[in-house]
């Protein structure tokens, strides 16, 4: 629907508003944050906005954050009804062989034993099981082989644009004992650019957001009081009582191999914000890969984003809180209405952007008369247009088609019904000699 912008002269276009929250004074740059990774980046897990990236195109190693898109995958299986939790699982002898390998992260599972898709998927987020996430590509899709056609297409899906799917869990296909799935080679590795994890990470977060329930536990018991009892850990070391805890950390996945190095994506809320980071390949100071470094860098990270950046609230109440807004009605029984917007909208910016902030009302065409009143009848409730904040800063999203100018409904907060014939020809004639003195 396209939209008018009302002229000046009514009272609450153009003006900018003022903040609700105070800001701190800032430094917004790169030079601010110091990582030494082969890519990096750090996103705003509402609106997928990037807030810090380096290298984020370049596609790389992922390791076992492959396990992300199986996780996606699994949950959305059984959010369609294909697959349940309840659902058991009995074991390949690919399965028994890869979950038991020496060298490779796993939680053993045995020759022919059942295990329920609750049981493989704790085993997979938690102690990043490779047998438990090649077990439930087996479910979802039958083989592996097709798992990973379905990771792809998956990817493609979500608007990923460099990456490529070789397995199900994050092990490079040389490790895996020459069962590797069909048509992928013995070479190929999972590689993903720094940005398309954040969108998985994204999706993974806002279409099954229960993902965080597994992924923020520190440690789980698989198949408590049966031989096969095993304290799982977790190898997020943001979590509470890891050492690099994190104040709000709850996901998401750590990866470790030699091609990919030492791999993470992490996500941590405080204050009802989120943010979402990724570290590829994180190197210590001799610039050798650092499983320590993943963390210490996501930490940094995850600082600059809640120390440099402020929560402003824009709401039409913060120009003047002891009057109305309301715009003129010519034609109706009451000749102006007051507006509303449902809630503030909230913008994470940094000092320096909020003084670019630019605001304005845009009000439906469909709506307004020529000098951009309204026209009445106007029903309690109406959308009439939108208040649209614009930072004037040239942001860059996850998703390319992402606008920089915010929005945020304005309705009618009371009805307006038209004025009678008489009215409007009295209101006219007062007007026609109003202007003649």
Request: a positive charge.
């Given at each position: 629907m396209e939209k008018k912008t009302v002229k000046q002269s009514l009272a609450v276009l153009m003006i900018s508003f003022m903040a609700m929250t105070p800001f701190q004074q800032t430094a917004h740059g790169k030079s601010t944050v110091e990582i030494n990774a082969d890519a990096a980046i750090l996103v705003e897990a509402d609106t997928g906005k990037i807030v810090y990236s380096e290298h984020e195109d370049k596609a790389l190693g992922i390791a076992s954050m492959t396990k992300m898109m199986t996780e996606y995958l699994v949950l959305e299986a059984i959010e369609k009804g294909k697959i349940t939790w309840d659902q058991t699982y009995k074991v390949s002898d690919k399965v028994y062989q890869l979950a038991n390998a020496p060298g490779l992260s796993n939680v053993p599972l045995r020759a022919g034993e059942e295990y329920t898709v609750r049981e493989l998927y704790d085993a997979m987020v938690i102690k990043s099981g490779n047998g438990a996430a090649i077990a439930l590509s087996e479910v979802v899709a039958g083989s592996e082989g097709e798992f990973v056609k379905m990771m792809n297409a998956k990817g493609k899906e979500l608007g990923f644009e460099h990456y490529q799917f070789v397995n199900s869990s994050g092990l490079s296909n040389y490790d895996m004992l020459g069962m590797y799935p069909e048509g992928t080679d013995v070479n190929d590795e999972n590689v993903v650019s720094a940005e398309d994890m954040?969108?998985?990470?994204?999706?993974l977060l806002h279409d099954f957001p229960e993902v965080l329930e597994t992924s923020s536990l520190t440690s789980k018991v698989f198949r408590p009081g049966t031989s096969e009892e095993l304290v799982m850990k977790n190898t997020n070391g943001l979590l509470k009582g890891k050492s690099y805890h994190y104040k709000g950390a709850d996901g998401l996945?750590?990866?470790?191999?030699?091609?990919?190095?030492?791999?993470?994506?992490?996500?941590?809320?405080?204050?009802?914000?989120?943010?979402?980071?990724?570290?590829?390949?994180?190197?210590?100071?001799?610039?050798?890969?650092?499983?320590?470094?993943?963390?210490?860098?996501?930490?940094?990270?995850?600082?600059?984003?809640?120390?440099?950046?402020?929560?402003?609230?824009?709401?039409?109440?913060?120009?003047?809180?002891?009057?109305?807004?309301?715009?003129?009605?010519?034609?109706?029984?009451?000749q102006e209405v007051t507006i509303k917007v449902d809630k503030p909208l909230s913008i994470r910016l940094t000092d320096e952007e909020k003084d670019k902030v630019k605001t304005k009302l845009n009000l439906d065409e469909k709506k307004v008369n020529e000098d951009g009143s309204l026209i009445a009848p106007i029903e309690k409730g109406e959308k009439i247009g939108e208040m649209v904040i614009d930072t004037k800063e040239k942001e860059e999203y996850i998703f390319d088609n992402k606008s920089s100018a915010y929005k945020v409904d304005v309705y009618a907060a009371e009805s307006v019904k038209k004025a009678s014939w008489i009215v409007r020809s009295a209101r006219g004639i007062q007007d026609f000699f109003g202007n003649l003195f």
């Open positions: 954040a969108t998985l990470a994204y999706y996945k750590t990866g470790t191999t030699p091609f990919a190095g030492s791999t993470f994506t992490g996500t941590a809320k405080r204050n009802g914000v989120r943010y979402i980071t990724v570290i590829l390949d994180a190197k210590d100071e001799y610039g050798q890969p650092s499983s320590a470094e993943r963390f210490i860098q996501a930490r940094e990270l995850l600082d600059y984003g809640f120390d440099e950046f402020k929560t402003v609230n824009y709401d039409l109440d913060s120009i003047e809180k002891k009057k109305k807004h309301t715009i003129p009605v010519p034609n109706g029984k009451e």
